[in-house]
């Protein structure tokens, strides 16, 4: 891959398992810096080993994106550890399934206090930090297939994920008018067999075959997918894109 990310520095959220695991591992084998965050300490060092064994440094920064001011915080202690900042992975999400009728307001705001406000945050903060440092920065949101269909039981998160998707676009718009500019995009992931799957389904293979039988690639998703797509929409061979989808599915959403 020739993501052209060597020494520039990368802040990915979630990152205590699934994709923000995978992603900070996929950046250390490209040679970039890596501040990983999440609110597991003990998840979150053992991603800060895994990453530097595949590569370069990683930080780990103990860190909720529901945090307002923590964002503040955890910018300025990526920057005094690496130097400027020069792209944001929001991956730190929510998700559950529940039937609209038994979808309580508690439900939903909790979910949309992730998703929403947190990616919100980080976008905010990232633009701040990148005016700052005179950096031309990228950001990648990463949204769902769900947030660009429709699916039974989910009416929460498939806000959500639709939030993200609209919220990308408009921010992309506002961060092409930045000197330098800022470019934003959102990768929309199917089914990936992480613990946001498990923990609501189970870890079973005969699962993993169902989901991929109803796949047309026939295929389940693996988080380490998820990671080489934002490498490239982080690095130098995505310049002109900005405030697309990206749609990583297996063809679920094409079907």
Known sequence: MSANLKDRTI??????????RATAAALTREGARVVATGRDRAAGEETRRRAEAAGSACLFIEHDVRDENGWETMFAAAEKQFGPVHGLVNNAGAFFVKPLA??????????????????????????????RSGTAGAIVN??????????PNAVAYCATKGAITAMTKTAALEGAQMSPKVRVNSLH????WTPMITDQFGDDPALQEAFAAETPLRMIGRPEYMADAILFLLGDDALLMTGAELTADGGRGAD
């Open 11 to 20: 802040v990915v959220t979630g990152a205590t398992k699934g994709i923000g």
């Open 102 to 131: 038994d979808t309580s307001e508690a439900d939903f705001d909790a979910i949309y206090e992730t998703n929403v406000e947190g990616t919100f945050l980080g976008i905010r903060e990232a633009f701040r930090w990148f005016k």
């Open 189 to 192: 992931p199917g089914v990936i």
């Open 142 to 151: 990463v949204s769902s297939l769900m947030g660009q269909v429709g699916f």
